[in-house]
């Protein structure tokens, strides 16, 4: 509708191509590639082999493998639940109080997260809590990271949640909590679980908090794949790097199924 | 049970939004609130369903002051204009939901279910889910969910105003039905529709500008308005600027035989005649001027003639013969049909 | 007068849900004691650990430390640059992409969009694993030391942030009224003009938001950098990492630490600031 000669369309679109492919779908490709792949050394990818997915699903990658899971699982329902107390507290606070915490919950975005590595490994490595060498310091390393982006998404979707409808259940007389439970959470589900999916995926590529922190005992694929390339396997860290895209991708294709099974309207 | 505001006044940020409300409605009484947006109804109708809060002034249901009561605690039924209809519940569920909140017995809440959804006509509809009925369908559902809990006094705001036309004669039909079968409920009726008011409601409360204009029975505001905007806003109106004379008033040059008895000889006036009561050719308080419009409306009529410089609306009963474009004309009033205004209160 | 803006302030509060403004800021108390223990208290003890010493007592001797020595200020200045030159890429790069995808849709543009949300579910060292198969010294191109230059971050940064100002950008145009532009057109107005003063302004809210997430982004990128396994390109974040992993000096990494922070949270306040201003 922008560009009406078809000539020009196609230069247009042929100037996206050429954008778009290069910058986006080649990198993942490559990685895909590299991945039944030996040797790189011409355009394309030789030595194609599937031994760099038997190495990237069995024994420690295995392990990384369910590390991630676990640490993603944990991390994401704990935020969840954090973020949408503090997006319901929030929406029914008067707008001055609303706005601090409002600014309160997205500060952890804005902090590098090197540094909430940082900051954890220096406050739970001394008493009163000592997490150090444990996984709990990674798990509540990914819950703080995370736990920003479940609070805005419910925020997000609290405002455009339809006051008529609790203002109906109110008036049909539900008392506030009752109104919570059957009338706004229910509604507000589509999303809950599209928050606990960003929370996931993000938790599953977390490196930066995670270098800084892992115990030997504990160690998530990222981590893996780092240590991978940078001993020189980069085939194999392709490999360990798609596992991590196919769970991610398996996990947020289960969540939208739950989601739309969930949205009514 | 009846509904009393007494001086409710709601602002917000200092912005007066309904200004010192005085009303009663009586118990079993349908009650319309007409007027404009902006007029401050809306705002009246939720303080009493408690979602905001007056500033000053206290609402009462029946005897028991509920100003400082949470919505969950006043017992009223309430429907919207967008019907807010829960949609991940079913019908049935929708319906029940008010009773369930208040934890009524399980066998009771099927009983009163089944009474509300038939009382509405909804009864083969139970299993659905809102997004699967027609627009005239979740209207009914709405009222079936506020009847189900029994309320003695029912909100409704803007109820058919997203139905279209059709749709909406018929359910005005049906709500008057329904009140015939629940007369104690008292109903308090938001629309800025006078046919849904004039056909609906025992009285009307006239509001403007967060102000109540005027409240009386449909009969009383359309024979005697108090003001211009009542006038305008209830039926159509000609209002004309005249000047008191002793036993009648004068109008461009033109004595005019009407009552008044209630105003000072001497001062400036609005004449209101309704068009209907305007008759063509000669009679009692005639009036000389030019054909400026003819619309033919099927059964009417309606004739703009330019008296003086104003301009007179006449609704007559089909002509055989209507005058042209141009042509001069009389028209004539009966004295009794019109009624003295104060001179531009409100649209001055 | 202050007595009607009073009970309206009063009325505010009422119409929300909660009834009890009271009983709403004790709701929100447990989330906010959890935010504090386990994210603001480990910040402070950060910047409390940046003023102390490894020789003990309380002193600025670890910041004169850090600022005097040429690492720092040169990581300082390869963040800030690489960060602003990344948002405009970004930025410029994704709006074009956006306008492409929709107002000259092709076949395909929706799976496109899709692609996009996809996208930025995957962390961002797999931009630099693939960089490494195409520009690094046994890869498609050769032993290019490409990557080992800022150039190469860069590139690994707009690519990946990229669909970050695309995502926002594409909500805005979906919501740009059709018949505005079809009008537009009519009068005989034509694409660049179009472009200047009917979508342009629309996207400049949504422009500004996802500019300012992907500066802070980029600020506090680490993944991308670590991978490129360079020498040469240190940021702060990494001069984080390696001085309190690598070297263990907790002071110095917790001065590094605060400074990136203040940098970061002062431009995402800032650009929150901006953004609302310009109707976002």
Same mark, same amino acid.
């Given at each position: 509708m922008l560009v009406h000669n078809r000539k020009a369309k196609w230069a247009v679109w042929a100037v996206f191509l050429l954008l778009f492919l290069p910058l986006f779908a080649l990198p993942l490709l490559v990685v895909l590639g590299a991945s039944f792949a030996t040797h790189w050394s011409g355009v394309l990818p030789s030595g194609l082999t599937t031994a760099n997915y038997r190495a990237a699903t069995r024994g420690e990658a295995l392990q990384a493998l369910t590390t991630s899971l676990v640490t993603a699982v944990t991390a994401s329902l704990f935020a969840l639940a954090v973020g949408t107390w503090a997006a319901l507290a929030a929406a029914a606070l008067k707008k001055r109080h609303r706005r601090i915490l409002d600014a309160l919950f997205v500060l952890p975005v804005a902090v590098p997260s090197v540094v909430v590595g940082l900051s954890v490994l220096v406050a739970f490595s001394q008493p009163p809590i000592l997490l150090n060498g444990t996984r709990w310091i990674v798990i509540l390393a990914h819950t703080v990271l995370v736990t920003a982006f479940a609070y805005q998404s419910v925020s997000a979707a609290l405002v455009r949640l339809d006051p008529a409808y609790e203002q109906a259940a109110a008036s049909l007389g539900a008392p506030p909590a009752y109104v919570l439970w059957r009338v706004r959470l229910p509604l507000l589900l589509p999303s809950l679980t599209a928050a606990a999916g960003l929370c996931f995926a993000l938790s599953m590529g977390e490196l930066s908090a995670t270098m800084m922190l892992y115990p030997p005992d504990w160690t998530p694929l990222p981590v893996l794949i780092y240590a991978a390339t940078d001993r020189g396997a980069l085939f194999i860290g392709s490999a360990v790097a798609v596992v991590l895209m196919a769970a991610t991708l398996i996990a947020l294709f289960a969540v939208s199924r739950v989601r739309t099974k969930a949205s009514y309207r | 049970m009846g509904i009393r505001f007494d001086s409710v006044t709601v602002a917000y940020d200092g912005n007066v939004v309904l200004d010192s409300l005085d009303l009663t409605v009586e118990p079993g009484e349908v009650m319309a609130l007409l =007027?404009? $947006? =902006? $007029? =401050?109804k809306t705002t009246a109708l939720r303080a009493v369903a408690g979602f905001v809060r007056p500033s000053s002034g206290r609402v009462f249901l029946g005897d028991r002051d509920v100003t400082d009561l949470p919505p969950h605690r006043r017992g009223i039924g309430m429907v919207v204009q967008q019907y807010a209809l829960f949609p991940h519940m079913r019908v049935e569920d929708n319906v029940a939901f008010g009773l369930k909140a208040r934890r009524t017995a399980k066998s009771e809440i099927r009983r009163r279910v089944a009474e509300a959804l038939e009382m509405t006509g909804m009864g083969a509809y139970a299993r659905r889910f809102p997004r699967e009925l027609s627009g005239g369908q979740q209207q009914r559902v709405a009222i079936a969910r506020a009847l189900a809990i029994r309320p003695d006094v029912l909100l409704l705001d803007e109820p058919l105003s997203a139905l279209d036309a059709q749709l909406r004669s018929g359910m005005l039909a049906e709500l008057a039905r329904l009140h015939r079968e629940l007369p104690d409920v008292s109903i308090l009726y938001v629309t800025h529709d006078q046919v849904e008011a004039l056909t609906l409601a025992d009285r009307i409360a006239v509001m403007d500008a967060a102000r109540l204009q005027q409240c009386g029975t449909p009969r009383e505001l359309y024979r005697a308005p108090k003001s211009e905007f009542t006038a305008s806003f209830v039926g159509g109106a000609n209002l004309l600027p005249v000047t008191v004379g002793a036993g009648g008033v004068s109008f461009a040059g033109t004595e005019l035989k009407v009552d008044t008895t209630e105003v000072v000889a001497g001062a400036r006036a609005t004449l209101c005649v309704r068009p209907h009561l305007v008759g063509l050719g000669d009679g009692p308080n005639q009036l000389m001027g030019t054909v400026r419009e003819i619309q033919w409306r099927g059964a009417t009529h309606r004739l703009y003639v330019e008296v003086d410089g104003h301009s007179v609306m006449a609704d007559l009963r089909e002509l055989k013969h209507p005058p042209a474009h141009g042509d001069t004309v009389r028209l004539h009033f009966a004295p009794d049909d019109a009624v003295l205004l104060p001179a531009g209160v409100s649209h001055g | 007068m202050a007595e009607a803006v009073q009970n309206a302030r009063a009325v505010r509060g009422w119409s929300r849900s909660s009834p009890r403004p009271f009983g709403a800021l004790l709701w929100a108390l447990p989330p906010i004691a959890a935010l504090a223990l386990f994210f603001l208290y480990p910040l402070a003890l950060v910047v409390q650990q940046s003023f102390q010493p490894d020789t003990g007592g309380t002193s600025f001797q670890p910041y004169a430390d850090v600022f005097a020595s040429e690492a720092f200020r040169h990581a300082l200045w390869t963040t800030v640059w690489l960060a602003l030159a990344s948002t405009a890429g970004c930025l410029v790069l994704g709006f074009l992409l956006a306008l492409v995808i929709a107002f000259v849709p092709f076949p395909g543009a929706k799976a496109v969009a899709r692609f996009i949300d996809v996208y930025l579910s995957f962390p961002s060292f797999l931009i630099t694993l693939a960089l490494l198969f195409i520009y690094g010294t046994t890869g498609i191109i050769g032993s290019f030391q490409f990557l080992t230059t800022p150039w190469g971050v860069l590139l690994a940064e707009v690519t990946y942030f990229t669909p970050f100002v695309m995502r926002p950008l594409l909500a805005a145009f979906s919501q740009l009224d059709t018949a505005q532009l079809e009008a537009a057109s009519s009068l005989g107005a034509r694409a660049p003009r179009i472009i200047r003063q009917v979508i342009l302004p629309e996207a400049l809210p949504a422009l500004a938001a996802g500019g300012s997430l992907v500066l802070v982004l980029c600020l506090n990128e680490f993944g991308i950098v670590l991978f490129t396994g360079a020498k040469g390109v240190t940021t702060l974040p990494m001069l984080v990492y390696s001085k309190a992993i690598l070297e263990s000096d907790y002071p110095g990494a917790c001065v590094v630490a605060v400074v990136n922070v203040l940098i970061s949270v002062g431009l995402y306040g800032l650009y929150r600031v901006v953004s609302r201003r310009a109707g976002a």
């Open positions: - | =007027g404009p $947006s =902006g $007029s =401050g | -």
